[in-house]
């Protein structure tokens, strides 16, 4: 069974653009969730989507949006870049919502993202 | 304020020996903990799930513990190798809330 994909590997953008990135779930999974990934921070939830919906959101500006498609694939985009912005973004799957216990997700290889 | 702190950024250890890597919480509730192993350039992997109700949790080399009084987690690899040297990163999951992850500990094993 193909694992979670994730495109673009590798990207650069220049501050003030915007990026959008995609995300292929497992098969049978519906629920998709983002994360952010920097040196200093660590992993940074963004947000969950679940058939279709936003389940939660973490602690992240307005200019970090998502969405989440009838065949549950899932893209997220930035707008607005900042220098800050740059990390590495991580998608999971999971079959159930994210906050069923002991729910188990699995995470894409992910999206380095470098603004300059 | 709500932090996850592992014990170390980074640690080595001798090929052979055991390694344990700590995690410690404040302002959680867990009900679940986990551990995941991340390579450079990978993503995460899930590696082990404990809940608060238990003590110890294993699975093959690896043996997790998580002791809700003390707020902390305790993650050993027995017989090290080489091959285990990644991150380690332990994640709390709280009511109906997404995983919350510690920065992670880089744990490199020396032959």
């Known amino acids: 069974k193909a694992g979670v994909t994730q495109t673009p590997r590798y990207l650069i953008k220049t501050r003030g653009q915007q990026v959008t990135l995609s995300c292929s779930p497992i098969?049978?999974?519906?629920?998709v969730s983002w994360y952010q990934q920097t040196p200093g921070q660590g992993l940074q939830f963004l947000f969950e989507?679940?058939?279709?919906?936003?389940?939660n959101k973490g602690n992240f500006p307005g200019r970090f949006s998502g969405r989440q498609f009838s065949n549950s694939r899932s893209e997220m985009n930035v707008s607005t870049l900042e220098l800050g912005d740059s990390a590495l973004y991580l998608c999971?799957?999971?079959?159930?919502?994210?906050?069923?216990?002991?729910?188990?997700?699995?995470f894409g290889e992910g999206s380095w993202l470098t603004v300059v | 304020s709500q932090k996850i702190e592992q014990n170390s950024e980074a640690l080595n250890i001798q090929e052979g020996k055991t390694a344990t890597l700590t995690c410690n919480y404040t302002?959680?509730?867990?009900?679940?903990l986990q551990w995941y192993r991340q390579d450079p350039g990978r993503g995460p992997v899930f590696l082990l799930l404990?809940?608060?109700?238990?003590k110890e949790k294993r699975k093959e080399r690896l043996k997790v513990t998580f002791d809700t009084t003390l707020k902390q987690s305790l993650f050993h690899i027995t017989a090290s190798q080489p091959a285990d040297s990644a991150t380690y990163l332990c994640?709390?999951?709280?009511?109906?809330?997404?995983?919350?992850f510690g920065t992670g500990t880089r744990l490199t094993v020396i032959p």
């Open positions: 098969s049978g999974h519906r629920s």
């Open positions: 994640a709390l999951q709280t009511g109906a809330n997404n995983l919350f």
């Open positions: 989507y679940f058939s279709e919906t936003q389940r």
């Open positions: 404990i809940r608060e109700n238990e």
């Open positions: 999971a799957s999971s079959r159930d919502p994210g906050g069923i216990p002991g729910n188990t997700i699995y």
């Open positions: 302002n959680y509730s867990p009900a679940y």
